[in-house]
């Protein structure tokens, strides 16, 4: 610690050699127990310190028994801006006079006028009309902008509408609708198997959480399994009778033998119509061990990974008719995006949950002729160093992780900096949908899109397989038990977080609209307050400046990058 620097670069500030008794412990990184004992021996009038030092030393339950008395001042050395907080709770508890200090710009502050300079900066923020709220943590301005007022949206979905109804053949869609009809049916009845090697049928309805558990159901599947049972009601496979729900159909139907039979014919017809079998068989995979996937002894994910491989999984993603649809709807559009976008910068794209790659592979050819810088990301880092292996191809594509749990912000990625976010049936994994949406909105700058897939109504083979692995949900699915939004919901969901426009394709009547399988295309409003505005109206202060939709709370380092 270079007292002589500080004091030299702070005129006004005590010289420590013209006071009684100076105890430098800038450099030494003690315990508390250790620290008050120095204090006590030493006997100092003035004392500098770092400010880790001192806040574990205020937390410390011995300090109100020490004796510090004869402390007159504590000089502290902070890195944080915002450390005069920690100034006035150390002047409250220590009973001496404290002065902060900290490096701006290579210039030791003086952290009371560093808030002083917080106070001005928090109400010229304030004096902008479409701010409603704003803090300062150190050199970073928070600030959330007035919700706008949503106006008509050229989403151009009406052309990607037309691009794709020249490509799909309608016997060919209708004909992989009636073979989805056929797995759900498969599965509806492998859950009745299931519950049967449970020794849950009849199912008893008293005590239903005790009879779960009896069952040697996990407690973490049981509110699915419970999701089961109204959704055999609702499609007439089990019947209430008194205090029981009893299965509608003879037992044969469901026997083993009966579903391997069923498994094999869908099979061989799933292969004409697609061209593969990858989904039928992790389906029936699924289904030949729900009893050990309902007890927990299985993990789902290793079923969709095998021994760790992700080709099961990238063929699932890809090869079902909905599937091709949705990523030919979500290349196309983006593709004719990119050609109406009048801009010498590249555009800026992020694709959060890329997992296995299927929609970044079908988007990457969409956008090869133009200037893009494109970020792909997952959750997981084994999925984002996968996917650099995949994309070697697209050397101009960067990598990295990505959480739609969480604010981008405390993950390093600040607000505003993307044209364009892509997000392929990861939405549905969110806890909040909603959250994640106005996290996602927070990225992008006014005007910006978000172009997402995503399942809108229950599938009956994802309730039997993949919905082992989802988290449990805290939005509004947690009222129906449901797996995901449907579209109503979403539409909503998009619109109390913000965005406008909303549309989705296919359309109403359209073969594949009965499956759920959607694309969605939303809008940041472009009058929405800007990060080049909010500088403008400050006349571009030394600060950086982050528009979310709410403060941070609290607001600590952690939600710095």
């Known amino acids: 610690m270079n007292v002589d620097t500080l004091l030299i670069d702070l005129p006004a500030a005590p010289a420590p050699w013209q006071l009684p008794a100076f105890t430098d412990l800038g450099a030494q990184q003690l315990?508390?127990?250790?620290?008050?004992?120095?204090?006590?021996?030493?006997?100092?009038?003035?004392?500098?310190?770092?400010?880790?030092?001192?806040?574990?030393?205020?937390?410390?339950?011995?300090?109100?028994?020490?004796?510090?008395?004869?402390?007159?001042?504590?000089?502290?050395?902070?890195?944080?801006?915002?450390?005069?907080?920690?100034?006035?709770?150390?002047?409250?508890?220590?009973?001496?006079?404290?002065?902060?200090f900290t490096q701006v710009q290579g210039q030791w502050r003086d952290l009371a006028s560093l808030k002083l300079d917080q106070q001005r900066w928090r109400e010229r923020v304030l004096a902008h009309p479409q701010v409603t709220a704003v803090a300062l943590h150190g050199r970073t301005l928070f600030a959330v902008p007035q919700p706008c007022d949503t106006t008509p949206v050229d989403d151009h979905l009406d052309a990607t509408e037309a691009a794709l109804n020249e490509v799909f053949c309608a016997e060919q869609l209708a004909e992989a609708v009636r073979l989805n009809q056929q797995l759900g049916h498969a599965a509806l009845l492998s859950m009745l198997n299931g519950l049967a090697q449970c020794g849950l049928l009849p199912?008893?309805?008293?005590?239903?959480?005790?009879?779960?558990?009896?069952?040697?159901?996990?407690?973490?599947?049981?509110?699915?399994?419970?999701?089961?049972?109204?959704?055999?009601?609702?499609?007439?496979?089990?019947?209430?009778?008194?205090?029981?729900?009893?299965?509608?159909?003879?037992?044969?139907?469901?026997?083993?033998?009966?579903?391997?039979?069923?498994?094999?014919?869908?099979?061989?017809?799933?292969?004409?119509?697609?061209?593969?079998?990858?989904?039928?068989?992790?389906?029936?995979?699924?289904?030949?061990?729900?009893?050990?996937?309902?007890?927990?002894?299985?993990?789902?994910?290793?079923?969709?990974?095998?021994?760790?491989?992700?080709?099961?999984?990238?063929?699932?993603?890809?090869?079902?008719?909905?599937?091709?649809?949705?990523?030919?709807?979500?290349?196309?559009?983006i593709g004719a995006w990119a050609a109406r976008q009048a801009t010498d910068a590249p555009l800026r794209v992020l694709e959060v949950g890329a997992g296995t790659g299927s929609t970044t592979q079908a988007v990457?050819?969409?956008?090869?002729?133009?200037?893009?810088?494109?970020?792909?990301?997952?959750?997981?880092?084994?999925?984002?160093?996968?996917?650099?292996?995949?994309?070697?191809?697209?050397?101009?594509?960067?990598?990295?992780?990505?959480?739609?749990?969480?604010?981008g912000l405390p993950q390093g990625y600040p607000s505003q900096c993307w044209d364009l976010i892509v997000a392929g049936g990861v939405l549905n994994a969110a806890r909040d949908t909603e959250r994640s949406l106005a996290n996602l909105l927070a990225l992008l700058k006014p005007g910006g899109w978000l172009v997402f897939s995503e399942p809108t109504r229950e599938e009956f083979w994802v309730m039997a397989s993949q919905a082992f692995m989802l988290n449990q949900a805290s939005d509004e699915r947690q009222l129906s038990s449901a797996t995901f939004l449907d579209l109503d919901q979403w539409q909503a969901a998009l619109a109390r977080a913000g965005f406008q426009g909303n549309r989705s394709l296919p359309a109403a009547n359209h073969p594949l609209a009965s499956l759920g399988h959607r694309v969605f295309v939303a809008q940041v409003p472009t009058q929405r307050l800007s990060r080049a505005a909010l500088a403008a109206h400050l006349e571009h202060p030394d600060l950086q400046l982050e528009l979310l939709d709410r403060l941070p709370d609290p607001l600590t380092a952690k939600d710095l990058p």
């Not at 004392?47 to 300090?63: T, Y």
């Not at 992790?282 to 290793?302: F, K």
């Not at 063929?315 to 290349?331: I, T």
């Not at 970020?375 to 191809?393: K, W």
Request: net charge negative; hydrophobic share 45%.
């Open 364 to 407: 990457l050819p969409a956008l090869k002729p133009f200037a893009v810088d494109y970020l792909c990301t997952d959750v997981s880092r084994y999925f984002s160093a996968q996917a650099a292996e995949r994309l070697h191809a697209w050397p101009w594509v960067r990598h990295g992780v990505f959480d739609i749990d969480l604010p």
């Open 31 to 100: 315990a508390p127990a250790r620290l008050l004992a120095v204090l006590e021996r030493q006997r100092p009038a003035v004392v500098l310190m770092s400010s880790e030092q001192l806040a574990r030393l205020l937390d410390f339950p011995g300090l109100g028994l020490s004796d510090l008395s004869h402390l007159q001042q504590l000089l502290l050395v902070s890195a944080e801006p915002g450390d005069w907080q920690l100034v006035e709770r150390a002047a409250a508890q220590l009973n001496c006079s404290v002065q902060g």
């Open 203 to 333: 199912v008893p309805l008293k005590d239903l959480a005790h009879s779960l558990a009896n069952a040697g159901i996990a407690p973490g599947h049981r509110p699915l399994i419970t999701r089961w049972l109204e959704v055999l009601q609702a499609q007439g496979l089990l019947r209430r009778d008194a205090d029981r729900l009893q299965p509608t159909l003879d037992a044969s139907a469901w026997s083993d033998a009966a579903l391997e039979a069923l498994w094999n014919s869908l099979s061989l017809a799933w292969a004409r119509n697609t061209g593969g079998s990858a989904t039928l068989d992790y389906a029936r995979d699924n289904a030949s061990q729900l009893l050990a996937l309902m007890r927990g002894e299985c993990a789902a994910v290793h079923v969709l990974f095998p021994e760790g491989r992700t080709e099961r999984a990238a063929a699932l993603y890809r090869e079902s008719l909905a599937a091709q649809y949705q990523h030919r709807a979500v290349a196309d559009w």
